[in-house]
Nanobody
Framework: QVQLVESGGGLVQPGGSLRLSCAAS????????MGWYRQAPGKERELVAR???????NYADSVNGRFTISRDNAKNTVALQMNSLEPEDTAVYYCNLIYQTWGRWSDSWGQGTQVTVSS
């Protein structure tokens, strides 16, 4: 059973920074990618950033240049450094894992962590 544990959410003022972390554990044979999605009130869940085990990254246009995703393959962890936060970044952020286990590819989601940007 694969589990994702997220941490680092909270309340910050506009222009501030937060660092989200996610650790994966369980029956993971190999990881293809880890990433972060978010869902704001009244909006659909959207990709924020993703990174593969090889180091390739993808960012949403709205966060590109402000957020940085990184990973530690040996520890099965991923982090999202969020700088210059804006009220529009307010959302529940979910960690996502795409991995292989028992001969098949699968995915897993964290429970989500709230990020609120407000003065």
């Amino acid at each position: 059973q694969v589990q994702l544990v997220e941490s680092g959410g909270g309340l910050v003022q506009p222009g501030g920074s937060l660092r989200l972390s996610c650790a994966a554990s369980g029956s993971i044979f190999s990881i293809y990618s880890m990433g972060w999605y978010r869902q704001a009130p009244g909006k659909e869940r959207e990709l924020v950033a993703r990174i593969t085990s090889a180091g390739s990254t993808n960012y949403a246009d709205s966060v590109n240049g402000r957020f940085t995703i990184s990973r530690d393959n040996a520890k099965n962890t991923v982090a999202l450094q969020m700088n210059s936060l804006e009220p529009e970044d307010t959302a529940v952020y979910y960690c996502n894992l795409i991995y292989q286990t028992w001969g098949r590819w699968s995915d897993s989601w964290g429970q989500g962590t709230q990020v609120t940007v407000s003065s």
